[in-house]
């Protein structure tokens, strides 16, 4: 095992985090596309297309010749349809359906059959002149979500689209069509959501509406299962040694920097913990595990951080809230969260983020070092030091009450080390570090009425804990709060300020 006994300045240069390293150790990307095979797929969402423009040329009245001007030909719909269905293949999971051009197809049959879907694509073409009517027609009465997608020259319709800007409907403007592709990936978010399952180990902690099965059900569609720990931990204690060992020599002590604190025994524990955590989300058919006891022992560090790094969602505390946000960006973007206790430094106009796990493997990209350690407050258990990459674009956020995203955007702007705070720590750059200081939650965040001593401790838990996301993911969470019917709020602008 690669235990090392480090001073400060080796230990520094190890993981790449000051000026004795050239560069951050090379790790390696890891293949988890057959483990993740293990869990039950989800059906993918089938996406209703619909074409909206005039049909036909008009004629010009001198020179008797067509005009393309606000018309549409029968090659765009099918240069259309033809990108559309690789998009399927690269997405995967998304199915397109449907197809009718308005006119000739009649309004109320087309909604009448877009009406079982998961979500719609409106598309509206070249020979668009300001049919917004049409809208209306096919999107109210429905209870399904829509991108209404309006290309640049397709006619001067788009004036009126605000109208529907607060009505479950993403409106695109643009000529990337990767713009569109972002867009129709969120189209999938509600659809995975009624398949998810979430487990909570020890109950549920976080905002009172995250906290109610009943309530993320109706408003998110997602199930909420309740486990106590002692069967995670009875489960544990029947798998078999050797698949432990293996489980946690692969995947954990081989790739990592060094090991310092815990002992090998420690990390097979905790490798047979995350087996035993994984067995139960098969049997469950669940995406998602938020615990409550994951400060016990064995500690759910390593747990967590695999379970994101394969493209679930891990999280500590029973943070339900967090569980919530990491399960819309990993559905809607398919990135993985690190959940973080954050604080303020005005100096730097910054948030500093920290705890003691974090998701290892980007996707598509290599494995982030990492060094196995203790967990900072106890001294004890098995946690991880894993170094972000500075300069990279963050976002940090937090879906509250199932209503209100808080959103930061920001970039990593130094890694640290600082004893006094959990193992894995990064700074990130924020635009008004005084505003986020002061106005905490943007007073969207009130502690749940919960009795006893519990109060304190559950109400501080959405108060205290934030997502971060690699990437800057602030104008597509706004699309998708559309789609979702929740609001989103920028947490270190004021609200004058704040970019619609």
């Not at 969207?444 to 006893?452: K, R, W």
């Amino acid at each position: 095992m690669k235990r090392i006994t480090l001073d400060r300045r080796r230990f520094v240069a190890a993981l790449g985090l000051g000026p004795l390293a050239a560069r951050p150790p090379v790790m390696a990307s890891v293949d988890l596309s057959q483990e993740r095979e293990e869990w039950p797929k989800l059906q993918p969402a089938r996406i209703y297309k619909i074409y909206l423009g005039r049909s036909g040329a008009t004629i010009n009245s001198r020179t008797g010749r067509p005009v393309r001007y606000l018309t549409w030909s029968a090659e765009e719909v099918a240069q259309f349809d033809q990108w559309l269905a690789q998009l399927e293949r690269e997405l995967g999971d998304v199915t397109f359906i449907g197809g009718e051009t308005i006119p000739p197809a009649d309004v109320k049959q087309v909604a009448q059959k877009a009406a079982h879907a998961d979500g719609i694509l409106l598309t509206w073409l070249s020979g668009h002149g300001g049919d917004y009517e049409i809208l209306d027609q096919l999107r109210f009465g429905l209870d399904v979500p829509a991108v209404s997608f309006f290309q640049p020259f397709s006619g001067h319709g788009w004036m009126w689209h605000q109208q529907w800007k607060n009505r479950r409907v993403a409106l695109i403007s643009t000529s990337n069509r990767k713009d569109l592709e972002l867009a129709i990936g969120l189209l999938r978010v509600p659809a995975l959501m009624k398949q998810t399952r979430i487990l909570a180990i020890d109950g549920p902690r976080g905002t009172k509406p995250a906290c109610s099965a009943e309530e993320v059900k109706k408003k998110l569609g997602a199930e909420l299962i309740t486990i106590k720990n002692s069967q995670v931990l009875e489960l544990a204690r029947s798998i078999d040694r050797k698949l432990a060992e293996e489980e946690a020599e692969r995947y954990w002590i081989k790739p990592a920097v060094g090991i310092i604190e815990p002992t090998r025994e420690e990390i097979i524990e905790s490798a047979r913990y995350y087996l035993a955590v994984k067995r139960l989300m098969i049997e469950h058919r669940a995406q998602a595990v938020a615990s409550a006891a994951c400060m016990g022992d064995p500690r759910g560090c390593l747990t967590f951080s695999k379970l994101n790094d394969l493209g679930f969602v891990g999280a500590c505390e029973g943070d339900l809230d967090s569980t919530l946000t990491m399960l819309l960006f990993a559905y809607a973007f398919r990135v993985p969260g690190f959940i973080s206790d954050p604080v303020i430094d005005e100096s730097k106009n910054a948030v500093v983020h920290f705890h003691c796990t974090s998701f290892t493997q980007r996707p598509g990209g290599p494995r982030m070092p990492f060094v196995i350690r203790s967990q900072t407050d106890s001294g004890g258990g098995v946690a991880l030091q894993v170094q972000w990459q500075v300069g990279e674009p963050v976002t940090m956020a937090k879906l509250v009450n199932l209503d209100t995203m808080l959103v930061v955007p920001g970039k990593i702007i130094e890694t640290g080390m600082n004893p006094l705070a959990c193992r894995t720590q990064f700074t990130q750059s924020v635009r008004d570090a005084r505003h986020l200081y002061l106005n905490w939650g943007a007073g969207a965040i009130v502690p749940p009425d919960v009795p006893g001593d519990m109060a304190k401790y559950v109400g501080a838990m959405p108060m205290l804990h934030r997502v971060v996301f690699y990437g800057d993911w602030v104008r597509p969470v706004k699309l998708l709060g559309n789609l979702m019917g929740f609001k989103v709020i920028e947490e270190d602008l004021p609200a004058a300020t704040s970019p619609a």
